[in-house]
């Protein structure tokens, strides 16, 4: 019998190559829970021969659930970066803070508390995660399928990592982001998660307690205070920049 996780995820992985996996998602193959989706995602990583470069998590609102994807090393990009539109169908821009861990959390059962890990951020840094997805019919796609889809990543591009300050303001930091040069912020700067640092013990023990240890110096990046913009790829190169202020700021070019 063919292993229905596995075929998504050589499906899903093929995908990242050719732009599209699926012009319509086989219904034997759609993930039926979170755990199914999760157990994808470590096939996609295998499939694609990449390792955990970084992590996302995010929810849709203070009380909603929480949902986390690990990020290829190969998608892992850095402020300056050069990066080809033509990679990313659909192409979502997401102006993010990332956190950097200090310490080792080691695999185990026991769930760390959230006073653990929250003494573990080291660093953080502004990000833009690209936001794509490997289904053509993107976003009218199950909710546990875009999960395994790495919960719809395309590539994160991080800026310089700072000390961590426990007292940023990180429910409504000040920010700008724009497109080649033009503002692209309609709404007021916020997290759906609220606080994003409340993100960071699930993820932990998310991880752990399936018998991975995330190392020392793990990036998180914890969704969008902007909302995503969809730039116009058919007129040219894009450059991007987003400045939250008390982080240095990420730029990137897109051609």
């Known amino acids: 019998m063919i292993d229905s996780t596995e075929t998504l995820a050589e499906r899903l992985a093929a995908g990242w ?3 599209v996996a699926f ?6 193959l759609i993930p039926t829970s979170a755990e199914a989706a999760y157990a994808a995602q470590a096939q996609l990583l295998i499939a694609r021969g990449t390792t955990i470069g970084a992590w996302k ?3 849709k609102g203070p009380d909603a659930p929480i949902q986390c994807s690990p990020l290829p090393q190969s998608g892992l990009h850095f402020h300056g970066a050069k990066l080809p539109q033509h990679a990313f169908r659909p192409l979502g821009l997401e102006l993010e803070i990332a956190f950097c861990f200090g310490r080792a959390f080691a695999a185990r059962a026991q769930p760390y508390d959230d006073a653990e890990v929250l003494d573990g951020i080291a660093y953080m840094a502004a990000a833009v995660e690209i936001v794509s997805s490997r289904f053509h019919e993107w976003p009218a796609v199950d909710r546990f399928a875009q999960l395994a889809d ?12 700072v000390a961590y300050r426990a007292d940023f303001p990180f429910v409504a930091p000040s920010l700008s982001f724009t497109v080649n040069s033009r503002n692209v912020v309609d709404c007021a700067p916020a997290n759906p998660a609220g606080d994003p640092r409340r993100l960071l ?21 914890t969704g969008s205070y902007t909302g995503m913009h969809f730039p116009d790829t058919a007129t040219g190169p894009n450059a991007v920049f987003g400045r939250i202020d008390g982080l240095p700021p990420v730029g990137f070019t897109l051609a």
């Open 17 to 19: 190559q050719g732009g």
């Open 23 to 28: 012009a319509e998602l086989p219904h034997e």
């Open 57 to 59: 998590v995010g929810a």
């Open 150 to 161: 790495l919960q719809n990543h395309g590539a994160l591009v991080m800026g310089e990592v």
């Open 201 to 221: 013990p699930w993820l932990v023990n998310h991880a752990t307690q399936r018998g991975m240890t995330l190392p020392s110096g793990t990036l998180v990046t």
